[in-house]
């Protein structure tokens, strides 16, 4: 099997260990030529997804990775990956990828869960997960169609749609390759 990981801005390398481990090939999605590779699921990761989206309309990526995203292609979004896919980012006018039918708050953790927040989750169909949420957006609210997967101190932090996959958290960090597997497992 063989995954994109796009590697424009971010934690990427992070989630290609975890692929290598699994047993998957990756392809680099750094330029728009890249995506005439073959490959079977793509990977939005974490990281600023502001730079990122600027980076994917000035590299001419954003079009082509959404409409693959919308003939079918499996993809997980981690964190700033979530917040490409969303249709809508509250309080900004900008929508990025806009596959995914739930809307977003960006860097919304107050006080009490801060930058840096770790957390034992629930994960449907998969069970207590560890989480590791880095100024991490949540989702605010999902439309019809979006099951939601997990939710922690009351705040939906996993969702699919389809064959969208996003997690508010760094399922790349915690040495728990769950998430991955799930991934690799719906291809
Ligand atoms: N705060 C970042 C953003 O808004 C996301 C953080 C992350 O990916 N860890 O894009």
Redesign the pocket.
């Known amino acids: 099997m063989r995954i994109a990981v796009l590697a424009v801005q971010?934690a990427f390398e992070e989630h290609e260990k975890v692929l290598w481990e699994l047993g998957a090939e990756t392809v680099q999605l750094r330029k728009a030529s890249d995506l005439q590779e073959h490959f079977d699921g793509l990977i939005l990761p974490?990281?600023?997804?502001?730079v990122q989206g600027k980076l994917l309309r000035e590299l001419s990526m954003l079009q082509s990775i959404r409409a693959k995203i919308k003939e079918g292609l499996p993809v997980l979004a981690?964190?700033?990956g979530l917040?490409l896919l969303a249709e809508h980012i509250a309080g900004e006018e900008t929508v990025h990828i806009g596959t995914l039918p739930v809307a977003v708050k960006?860097?919304a953790y107050g006080r009490q869960l801060g930058s840096f927040h770790y957390a034992d989750g629930y994960f449907r169909g998969i069970g207590a997960l560890p989480m590791e949420f880095?100024?991490?957006?949540y989702v605010e609210s999902v439309s019809d169609g979006v099951e939601i997967l997990a939710s922690v101190e009351g705040r939906i932090v996993g969702v699919q749609y389809g064959k969208q996959l996003a997690v508010a958290f760094?399922p790349e960090l915690t040495g728990d390759y769950r998430i991955h597997q799930y991934f690799l497992g719906q291809i």
Do not use: D, L, M
């Not at 974490?46 to 502001?50: F, I």
């Open positions: 971010g974490g990281g600023e997804s502001t981690t964190c700033a917040i960006r860097n880095i100024r991490a957006p760094h």
